[in-house]
């Protein structure tokens, strides 16, 4: 669920004519951090607000929201934490697709 926070930072940035990328948990099966509707805000510096689960997955996310950041191209992440990462189990073992998009230039 979002936050109010979260989109009055939004509403700020647009008034303002600053980016912001917005990431968006759109679907999740089997064992995930966090459920559809979760979102990430980030700031054109890296920095950002909110969570879709942390981790590596939110790793991989936070570069293609990156990528969406410099290019503007909305894109669809999909974060499978069912596969060992070095040796070592995720936590969660599911699957989730993040969609990812420019909302504020």
Do not use: N, Y
């Amino acid at each position: 669920m979002a936050d109010a926070e979260l989109f009055a930072e939004i509403r700020e940035a647009q008034g303002r004519g600053e980016r912001r990328v917005l990431a968006t948990v759109a679907d999740a099966r089997g064992s995930t951090p966090r459920s559809p509707g979760a979102q990430l805000l980030l700031r054109p510096d890296g920095s950002f607000r909110g969570t879709i689960g942390g981790g590596c997955g939110e790793a991989e996310v936070w570069q293609e929201a990156m990528e969406t950041m410099a290019d503007g191209q909305p894109r669809i992440v999909t974060v499978d934490l069912t596969e060992d990462v070095e040796g070592d189990d995720k936590i969660c073992g599911g699957v989730m697709d993040v969609f990812i998009e420019r909302i504020a230039d």
